[in-house]
């Protein structure tokens, strides 16, 4: 079973960026495609960026593509979400995931492990 913590969430201003950890412990991420999702009062839970095992696929929702940057460590078994150009509808709880597919996934049933989410709030 993999374990994942987020950290790295916070209010900005809009324009503003932030970067989004994700530290997996109890097993590697390296055999996992990993993926970031985010939840908005009211709001379905929506997909935003996915990574393959290597890293070496990736892929965003177009709402964040150009802004947003999802990379992973796997020596460090973390996986990071960097944030630009951030917007006021950016603000969510957002959670990192692991699929035990190794190419990327935008679907969140394919996703058998998920973290406890951390805040990321934009202000106008």
């Known amino acids: 079973q993999v374990q994942l913590v987020e950290s790295g969430g916070g209010l900005v201003q809009a324009g503003g960026s932030l970067r989004l950890s994700c530290a997996a412990s109890?097993?590697?991420?390296?055999?996992?495609?990993m993926g970031w999702f985010r939840q908005a009062p009211g709001k379905e839970r929506e997909f935003v960026a996915a990574a393959s095992w290597s890293g070496g696929n990736t892929y965003y929702a177009n709402s964040v593509k150009c802004r947003f940057t999802i990379s992973r460590d796997n020596a460090k078994n973390t996986v990071y979400l960097q944030m630009n150009s951030l917007e006021p509808d950016d603000t969510a709880v957002y959670y990192c995931a692991a699929s035990n597919q190794m190419g990327v996934t935008t679907t969140p049933e394919k996703y058998t492990y998920w973290g406890q989410g951390t805040q990321v709030t934009v202000s106008s």
């Open positions: 109890r097993r590697t991420i390296g055999s996992y495609a």
